[in-house]
């Protein structure tokens, strides 16, 4: 009579458990799946230890200038030179972050370059700067900076900036060290006078010198769930200094600092000027503009990089609704089609549309405010022959009159 099977390794028999046969023998499913996890830990922590030092070194981006910015050119239309400028920015953060990883010391030390894009609302800033994080498929975090305080002032510190990028990470603090943060509204924390006050500017100046360690690069104790820090609670340690920063502002009037410090009126004309481009005063914009903006000169410092956005005419809104990957016209489009029903625009639409977003001067958020109004009837009761809708000019114009 054969003897009944039995594990090699607990001695169940075959009737209490399901059993695996090999080649030497056999053994259960429980020591199965306890020899599985512990191979599975030791694994991870022997992979771990070789990859500690030169974890940096996995990560692989070798795209050109170029390239970046022929891929930024399918979803932002016009910024010819904001693209340019940061294309390159990118390129060589992202070199430098090549260049050093598994380094020690080295003869020439490549400073970080954190970039700050000035332009009016609905430019594309926000826009470029996560186009630039898809494309690169790094962690992406934007932080509004209306909402920091110094610590202690109610409000949020600006440590919660980096808690935000731990959490677009899913908690991998070397993939949120090598990401991209955008601070939107930068402008906003500007100081509010030169002259010095009896009150202090908790909201201004004291968030500009909070932000100073985080835009140099420092090893900086991050509440991993946000919010205020408080002794008792836990600490992640991220290092800064290869974290890109990139800061959005419109500096509304900032045109003013720029006229007064090329000594020519932005009305107005004289022969000495003609080099200066009186119709976007923006294009001749330094750090010394911002500084007289009310940013301090230590913030203006770690911002090396400085570019502008121009304002968009008609045609480059135009362009916005039917070109790009992701155009307006293209997103409402699939959602109609998700219900089966076709959605086409006509020409004069279009064009009526576009005209009456120069109007509400809010650029490319006043596209989107616009149809909206014109197909929610549409959305809500969508009555439709042939499951085909034409959006027309008169259409247009009917949906329009209450808010235009």
Not at 262 to 284: A, P, R, Y
Request: net charge positive; hydrophobic share 40%; charged share 30%.
């Amino acid at each position: 009579m054969a003897k009944p099977k039995s594990c090699a390794v607990c001695g169940q028999s075959g009737k209490e458990t399901l059993l695996i046969d090999g080649p030497i023998g056999s053994i259960c499913e429980f020591c199965a799946r306890s020899a599985t996890e512990i191979f599975e830990q030791v694994f991870n922590s022997t992979a771990s230890d070789k990859n500690k030092k030169n974890v940096v070194s996995t990560f692989k981006f070798d795209k050109k200038p170029k390239e970046i910015k022929a891929y930024l050119d399918q979803y932002v239309i016009g910024q010819e030179e904001a693209k340019k400028v940061l294309s390159v920015a990118v390129y060589n953060h992202y070199k430098r972050i090549r260049y050093y990883s598994g380094r020690k010391e080295d003869d020439v030390e490549i400073d970080k370059s954190n970039i700050i894009l000035v332009g009016e609302t609905g430019t594309g800033k926000t826009l470029l700067a996560s186009t630039i994080a898809k494309m690169i498929d790094v962690p992406f975090c934007i932080a509004d900076a209306t909402v920091f305080t110094q610590a202690g002032y109610v409000g949020e510190d600006v440590e919660s900036i980096l808690s935000r990028l731990l959490q677009a990470a899913d908690y991998d603090v070397k993939k949120a060290e090598r990401g991209i943060v955008f601070i939107d509204e930068i402008d906003k924390i500007a100081r509010a006078s030169d002259n010095p006050s009896i009150t202090r500017d908790v909201s201004g100046e004291g968030v500009q010198q909070a932000l100073l360690k985080l835009l140099e690069g420092c090893i900086v104790n991050v509440p991993p769930e946000g919010g205020r820090k408080h002794p008792e609670q836990k600490f992640i340690q991220i290092n800064t200094q290869s974290i890109l920063f990139i800061a959005g502002g419109a500096f509304d009037g900032i045109e003013k600092k720029i006229a007064s410090r090329l000594n020519t009126n932005v009305i107005g004309f004289k022969k000495e000027d003609s080099k200066i481009n009186k119709t976007n005063l923006l294009h001749h914009l330094s750090a010394q503009d911002l500084k007289s903006y009310g940013l301090i000169p230590e913030i203006c410092g770690r911002f090396p990089i400085i570019t502008h956005l121009e304002p968009l005419d008609k045609e480059a809104l135009k362009n916005i609704l039917i070109l790009p990957k992701n155009a307006l016209i293209k997103q409402y489009t699939k959602l109609f089609e998700l219900d089966g029903i076709k959605l086409t625009f006509d020409n004069k639409a279009v064009d009526f549309i576009v005209s009456k977003a120069m109007e509400l001067k809010v650029g490319a958020r006043g596209l989107r405010s616009i149809i909206e109004k014109v197909v929610t009837d549409v959305m809500y009761d969508p009555k439709v022959k042939d499951n085909t809708l034409n959006i027309t000019e008169k259409y247009v114009k009917e949906k329009c009159t209450k808010i235009l």
